[in-house]
């Protein structure tokens, strides 16, 4: 088999499992943890912030994307429009067009919202007056609404994505 074949899928499988898997986790669990938690959830947002959190998950869903397009091009033969009409082009390429997406709401949404929240968060204890703390305490509730939103949304696209690409090869 051809090495470059099996670093691709190896790539493309773990690091969209890894991605799949947090987007979920993250969704249902986290995010809803640190809603719960109230003003004291920005510091573990500034906390993943601080590990990277914001640059390693882009760079894992662009190289799961990236992959996954080489795969696709090397399968259908550079792009030859008859496996794309096939049920097994048009599968993979839903799940590609569903990932494509959910990594642009999680661009697009999501990191700007973790970002805005922990930021605003940090500002909390230079409010100077108790209706400015509240104010940024109702702003800081609404954008981490919006990135919960989109978090879920994110989720469910890759799980979608995830299940057409397991079941591509069979349908």
């Known amino acids: 088999m051809n090495l470059m074949l099996v670093v691709a899928r190896i790539l493309h499988v773990v690091l969209g499992a890894t991605w799949v ?5 993250a969704a249902f669990f986290v995010v809803p943890a640190i809603q719960d938690v109230g003003p004291d959830g920005g510091k573990v947002m500034a906390a993943l912030q601080r590990r990277g959190l914001l ?30 009409r096939s049920t097994v082009g048009m599968t993979y390429g839903v799940g590609g067009f569903l990932a494509l997406v959910a990594y642009v709401i999680g661009l697009a949404v999501v990191r700007p919202a973790m970002a805005r929240s922990a930021a605003l968060s940090q ?6 007056s108790e209706a400015e703390r509240s104010q940024r305490l109702a702003e800081i509730g609404r954008i981490r609404a919006k990135g919960a939103l989109g978090g879920k949304w994110v989720a469910i696209l890759l ?9 591509a090869r069979y349908v």
């Open 55 to 84: 640059i390693v998950l882009p760079v894992i869903a662009i190289v799961t994307i990236l992959s996954g397009i080489w795969l696709y091009w090397r399968a259908s033969v550079g792009f030859q429009a008859e496996y794309s």
């Open 123 to 128: 500002t909390l204890s230079a409010a100077t």
């Open 159 to 167: 799980i979608v994505a995830t299940g057409a690409m397991a079941i």
């Open 21 to 25: 898997g947090f987007a979920t986790f």
